[in-house]
């Protein structure tokens, strides 16, 4: 059973970081495209950063662009998502994504995407 792990969430104030983890098991992950995305009270699954498989080539969100950074561990099987200089509308759930078709591509539309973690909380607040 392909399994996602997400961590790293927590209370930070505006303007601190967290970094958050997205640990795979069952398959490796460098071989597939992983996304990063988040929800809010209310509001829908936006695709937040993505890292595709073939060339690591990174993509953002235009709301997270110069703030946030979406990295790989091959070794650790372990994709991470620097959040910096982070913004109460930050605030969300944040769940890590991987489907085995996708190939190199990285869609910012949560339905392309078959295998989902559980989530972890981030708050943004003084």
């Known amino acids: 059973q392909v399994q996602l792990v997400e961590s790293g969430g927590g209370l930070v104030q505006p303007g601190g970081s967290l970094r958050l983890s997205c640990a795979a098991s069952r398959f490796t992950l460098d071989y597939y495209t992983i996304g990063w995305f988040r929800q809010a009270p209310g509001k829908e699954r936006e695709g937040v950063s993505c890292?595709?498989?073939?060339?690591?080539?990174?993509y953002y969100a235009d709301s997270v662009k110069g703030r946030f950074t979406i990295s790989r561990d091959n070794a650790k099987n372990t994709v991470y998502l620097q959040m910096n200089s982070l913004k109460p509308e930050d605030t969300a759930v944040y769940y890590c994504a991987t489907d085995f078709s996708l190939g190199s591509s990285c869609p910012a539309r949560s339905y392309e995407y078959d295998y989902w973690g559980q989530g972890t909380q981030v708050t943004v607040s003084s």
């Open positions: 890292i595709s498989s073939s060339d690591g080539s990174t």
